[in-house]
């Protein structure tokens, strides 16, 4: 364990997946859709479609599933993105010999520092927002998983955009989706500290009135001074660069109470988008062993950067 494979995560899963491989669970964040090219051939998130990209996000997943253990979890971000107003152009033929990438000879990418941006998908109009995590969230329920829930990412230091006509996006989304309707999930783990140490909501005293079915009354709330309450649904984390990565990274702070809560210590946590390897450096930390899949191998010095450095106490 604790280690990277490199090349298409579809082809390195059904490797694991030969191999006997399992895991208890899977903290990842894909490409999104149509923002930016890695400059990878048959890197996922260029496809010319939201369905398409849907289709390759199930495809993905299906094979995640199959590594986890009957209990385990899946904890998936995915941002979401407009259309693009008709704001496309086309690449100049000087742009398509400088890249390997065929999918960039599709006359509806635009080519801005790696980011793109694709033609209105058919069925949206120009400005629509696109909903790519909910459609990749119910595709996936679909395909047999439970959507457990989706929590809202809220990012106080979010990218600035020059809109004026809508609110400035400052959140997204980490769908909690698990493949039995029973699964590992230590709430304990990420409890949040109470506000007044008084959750009495917990532990009320009830009794039925006039033995009534359905109706009771109120016999005295119990003071129960609990430290921790369940964890909210609402995140708050700031985006933080990471030095030498010229992509968006993982906040360690976002996926630690995913590993808390999903695994227990030995546990084998997967990430098939490893990227910089975040997802390896804090399962490391947390005391959990790793298994990453990447497409670019360029990023290896990163991930060893990360993964090589001493775990922190526990």
């Known amino acids: 364990m604790n280690k990277c494979l490199f090349g298409d995560c579809r082809d390195s899963m059904r490797q694991l997946i030969k191999d006997g491989v399992k895991v208890q669970t899977c903290v990842t964040s894909p490409p999104y859709w149509g923002?930016?090219?890695?400059?990878?051939?048959?890197?996922?998130?260029?496809?010319?479609?939201?369905?398409?990209?849907?289709?390759?996000?199930?495809?993905?997943?299906?094979?995640v599933k199959e590594l986890l253990n009957d209990d385990g979890t899946l904890w998936l971000n995915l941002g979401d993105s407009y259309t693009s107003g008709g704001r496309s152009r086309y690449c100049s033929g000087e742009e398509l010999s400088k890249s390997n990438n065929l999918q960039k000879t599709s006359k509806s990418w635009l080519e801005t520092d790696g980011?793109?941006?694709?033609?209105?998908?058919a069925g949206l109009k120009p400005k629509d927002l696109i909903g790519i995590?909910?459609?990749?969230?119910?595709?996936?329920?679909?395909?047999?998983?439970?959507?457990?829930?989706?929590?809202?990412?809220?990012?106080?230091?979010?990218?600035?955009?020059?809109?004026?006509?809508?609110?400035?996006?400052?959140?997204?989304?980490?769908?909690?989706?698990?493949?039995?309707?029973?699964?590992y999930y230590d709430n304990e783990a990420i409890g949040e500290k109470t506000i007044t140490q008084d959750n009495?909501?917990?532990?009320?005293?009830?009794?039925?009135?006039?033995?009534?079915?359905?109706?009771?009354?109120?016999?005295?709330l119990k003071t129960n001074n609990y430290e921790t309450r369940n964890k909210r649904s609402i995140w708050t984390v700031n985006t933080k660069p990471y030095d030498g990565a010229h992509f968006a990274v993982f906040p360690e702070e976002l996926i630690e109470p995913c590993i808390l809560a999903g695994s227990k210590k030995d546990d084998i946590v997967?990430?098939?988008?490893?990227?910089?390897?975040?997802?390896?450096?804090?399962?490391?930390?947390?005391?959990?062993?790793?298994?990453?899949?990447?497409?670019?191998?360029e990023y290896e010095g990163l991930q060893k950067k990360r993964t090589d450095q001493m775990a922190l106490p526990l």
């Open 270 to 297: 997967l990430d098939p988008f490893f990227g910089s390897g975040t997802t390896g450096q804090v399962s490391q930390n947390l005391g959990r062993k790793w298994i990453g899949c990447e497409l670019n191998e």
């Open 200 to 220: 009495s909501n917990r532990d009320r005293d009830t009794t039925r009135l006039n033995n009534t079915p359905g109706r009771t009354k109120m016999n005295g």
């Open 133 to 183: 995590p909910w459609r990749v969230a119910f595709a996936l329920q679909q395909d047999g998983w439970y959507l457990r829930q989706d929590i809202i990412w809220h990012k106080p230091n979010p990218m600035p955009e020059s809109v004026t006509d809508r609110c400035t996006k400052s959140h997204e989304y980490i769908f909690l989706l698990s493949k039995s309707p029973k699964y």
């Open 115 to 121: 980011q793109f941006r694709p033609d209105t998908p």
């Open 35 to 63: 923002l930016r090219d890695y400059g990878n051939d048959g890197q996922l998130g260029l496809e010319e479609t939201p369905e398409k990209y849907t289709e390759n996000m199930v495809e993905v997943f299906s094979l």
